[in-house]
């Protein structure tokens, strides 16, 4: 299972890059916790997962940085990588559900506000 980070398990701020100061989303830190428990989860992120872990450790997560593997087995602790690697489900604030290309367009230009 795959979830972002930025608004998804880490409070969004648009123009902040810096997350040291921000919280987590409510429900997120035990809801990944649960997730743990009965899945193998990794967090899929576009920031340097280096910024990532030390956040996640200071809510007690253990995690590993991206070994390069090409899955995710482990439900102990979360990987946190900028690769996509298989997962069974992606979690994303800013996704549109693929079911075919005419919903998908039409999905896009709303979201883009038609540009």
Known sequence: MALDFDGVICASAPGDDDIAGRGPIPGALESLRFLLSRYAVFVLTARDVKEVI??????????????????WTLRDQLLVTNRKIPADIYLDDKAIRFWNWEQSMDQIERFSGGV
Do not use: E
């Open 54 to 71: 030390p956040w996640l450790n200071s809510y007690g997560f253990a995690t590993d940085s991206d070994n390069g593997g090409p899955t």
